[in-house]
């Protein structure tokens, strides 16, 4: 079975450009969570989405940071304009069932992606 | 509110067993076990879900105390494999999102 995979692995941008983070859960996953990672820190949800509805997304910095989950599979997080603690990995995860609710169903994390911003 | 994980760091000699806690100050509904290698994802261990079961994992298993609001992950007979960052996740309740602690740092050397 394929796990969830993102791209890219890398990136350098510098403070105030944009950048784009995509996600493909495992195959019939309902559930989809996008963390931020911090260097020596856990990961931290930014937003869930259950199908490709948003059930949580209380810590987006929403004046920034978006992300939309069309057709309920594949997902785009993106970060406009970026700031300097914005360095992190971002994270992308999925469950299969969502009706159980994120902390009852096991969640599954991606390799992520390195942003760096200079 | 984020679970506190003691200790922060651990080294080990191949062999040797380890014992990694969580704490909550909020009741806990569960508790997830993580494992995550440098520039790796985190990978999954085990869940506990309320109930004070206790889970095993090969040599690595997991107990959960409601009352006390904890979790403890054993590691018995350390194998290099086993070096990583371990993190817990936990949430009050079904519905709400894991909080994830800052992580135990194990290191397993010959």
């Known amino acids: 079975e394929a796990g969830v995979a993102q791209s890219p692995r890398y990136k350098i941008i510098e403070k105030r450009q944009s950048v784009a983070f995509w996600c493909n859960p495992i195959?019939?996953?309902?559930?989809l969570y996008w963390y931020q990672q911090i260097l020596g820190q856990g990961p931290k949800l930014l937003i869930q989405?259950?199908?490709?509805?948003?059930?949580?997304d209380s810590q987006l910095p929403k004046d920034r940071f978006s992300a939309e989950r069309l057709k309920g599979v594949d997902s785009t997080l993106k970060i406009q304009p970026a700031k300097l603690e914005d360095s992190a990995v971002y994270l992308c995860?999925?469950?299969?069932?969502?009706?159980?609710?994120?902390?009852?169903?096991?969640?599954?994390f991606g390799p992520g992606t390195r942003l760096t911003v200079l | 509110q984020q679970p506190v994980q003691s200790p922060q760091a651990v080294i080990l000699r191949e062999g040797e067993d380890a014992v990694i806690n969580c704490s909550s100050s909020?009741?806990?509904?569960?508790v997830h076990w993580y494992r995550q290698k440098h520039g790796e994802a985190p990978v999954f261990l085990m869940i506990?879900?309320?109930?004070?079961e206790q889970k095993g994992h090969e040599k690595i298993s997991a107990s959960f105390n409601e009352k006390k609001q904890q979790s403890s992950l054993y590691l018995t007979a350390s194998q290099l494999s086993y070096s990583g960052t371990y993190f817990c996740?936990?949430?009050?309740?079904?519905?709400?999102?894991?909080?994830f602690g800052k992580g135990t740092r194990l290191s397993v050397i010959a």
């Open positions: 995860a999925s469950s299969l069932y969502g009706g159980l609710g994120p902390s009852a169903d096991t969640q599954y």
């Open positions: 195959s019939g996953h309902a559930t």
């Open positions: 989405f259950q199908n490709n509805g948003v059930v949580d």
């Open positions: 909020k009741a806990l509904y569960s």
């Open positions: 506990l879900l309320k109930g004070g």
């Open positions: 996740g936990t949430g009050p309740s079904g519905n709400t999102p894991l909080v």
